[in-house]
Structure formats: structure tokens, C-alpha cells
């Protein structure tokens, strides 16, 4: 079936350095697309999201792009922190009828000091 | 703005009992989304109730079911647990499709 995922499960980067993780996604159809980052025993916190008719949005520290062509979606986090260390799950929603939110296995990104 | 609320955070079962999970969605937002995460995994979606009515379900069984009340918030119930019902139940809110998703900090449920 059609499905979110993540590229790699780990990512460790130094501190201060650009963390790019990334998501490829299978459902042509989906028009909206969310990044969380979810800390160890709490719920996925909102990090960025994008619609389908964009190709880059940014927010404080983060960039998302969304390449629909090959049905690739990537988080950048600039000058990674400790406090960045996390699990980051890609979510994509569904077009028309389609109101969930598909999530991949997620990225597990530790911050080296 | 307490954002989305649930209750209880940590609840132990006994296989063949029932449980209700409680969220309260964030402020303004009319939408809930219930989702079960194994450990390990991303969250998996079960089913979400808008003005009070489940409006779509996922692959989960009749054993779980829910309900939606005047005020937006939102239970989750189970009935006869499986010890593969263990795991962190999350619910989020929304104001309409399509748009950001508040999730709440999850109920973790162990079933023994």
C-alpha cells in the first residue's frame, strides 16, 4: 500500500552544524504535508508544513522542500542543537476524502556536543 | 491556551478490560483525530470525529470505537484488551482538513 518513509532512521551531526533528514512519500494524490519532531515520552510536536502547490517554506531555523516530480520531502534544521535531538516523523494528508495524517517510521536525530 | 489536553497519561490494564482515554482539543479547533503509536513506530491512524460524528476510520478493529461531544473534546474506548493494545494513544485537533494538527502529549497504556 501506499505509505510515508523515511530515508535513514538515524541521524547524529555535530552541534551547530545543518541537519537535513528526509521523507519519501508514495501517494501522488496527497496535497499537504507536515514535519514533527516528537521528544521521548511526549506527544509529536508541529514543526513546519507545506501544501503540494509550493516547493520551499521556511520558519524559525527550518526549511521544508517538497520535490513532487520524484515525491521527496526534506526538513533542514540550521545551527543543530542539543535540543534539537529528537525522533522526526514526515506526515502527509490525504486529498478529497482522505483526512488522516500517514506517518513514516521516523528519523532518530542525536546532537553531538 | 492549554493546547490539546488528555487524560489519564499512564494507565495499566488487565487483557480483557476495557478502557476510555479522554482529550480535550486545542481552543477554536473542531476536529479530533485519535492515532495509536507502538513503540518504535509513527503514529497509526484509528479514526476522526467531526461535529460529532466518526467522519473517517482506520484499519482497527470494532473493539475500538469513540464518541465526540458538544464541546469538541473527545473519548477513545476499547473494550476487551489485547496485550498488542499496548501502546501511546495520541489525539490531535484541528480546525478543518488540511491544516495543522495539534497533538497532545499521549495516553500510555500497558496492558498485562
Known amino acids: 500500500g501506499e505509505s510515508v518513509g523515511l530515508h535513514l532512521p538515524t541521524l547524529s551531526v555535530q552541534e551547530g552544524d545543518n541537519s537535513i533528514i528526509n521523507c519519501a512519500y508514495s501517494n501522488s494524490a496527497s496535497d499537504y504535508f507536515i514535519w514533527y519532531k516528537q521528544e521521548s515520552g511526549k506527544g509529536p510536536q508541529f514543526i513546519i508544513d507545506?501544501?503540494?502547490?509550493?516547493d520551499k517554506r521556511q520558519g524559525q531555523r527550518v526549511t521544508v522542500l517538497l520535490n513532487k516530480t520524484v515525491k521527496h520531502l526534506s526538513l533542514q534544521i540550521a545551527a543543530t542543537q542539543p535540543g534539537d535531538s529528537a525522533v522526526y516523523f514526515c506526515?502527509?494528508?490525504?486529498?478529497?476524502?482522505?483526512?488522516?495524517?500517514?506517518f513514516g517510521a521516523g528519523t532518530t536525530v542525536t546532537v553531538r556536543a | 491556551d492549554a493546547g490539546v489536553t488528555q487524560s489519564p497519561t499512564h494507565l495499566i490494564k488487565t487483557r480483557g478490560q476495557q478502557v476510555t482515554l479522554r482529550c480535550s482539543p486545542k481552543?477554536?479547533?473542531?476536529?479530533v483525530s485519535w492515532y495509536q503509536q507502538a513503540l518504535g513506530q509513527g503514529p497509526q491512524f484509528i479514526f476522526q470525529?467531526?461535529?460529532?460524528?466518526?467522519?473517517q476510520r482506520g484499519n482497527f478493529p470494532d473493539r475500538f470505537s469513540g464518541h465526540q461531544f458538544p464541546n469538541y473534546s473527545s473519548e477513545l474506548n476499547v473494550n476487551a484488551l489485547l496485550l498488542g493494545d499496548s501502546a501511546l494513544y495520541l489525539c490531535?485537533?484541528?480546525?478543518?482538513?488540511?491544516?495543522?494538527?495539534?497533538f497532545g502529549q499521549g495516553t500510555r497504556l500497558t496492558v498485562v
Open positions: 490531535a485537533s484541528s480546525l478543518a482538513v488540511n491544516t495543522e494538527a495539534f
Open positions: 470525529y467531526y461535529e460529532e460524528e466518526e467522519r
Open positions: 506526515a502527509e494528508n490525504g486529498a478529497g476524502d482522505d483526512y488522516k495524517l500517514s
Open positions: 507545506i501544501r503540494s502547490n509550493m
Open positions: 481552543s477554536g479547533h473542531d476536529t
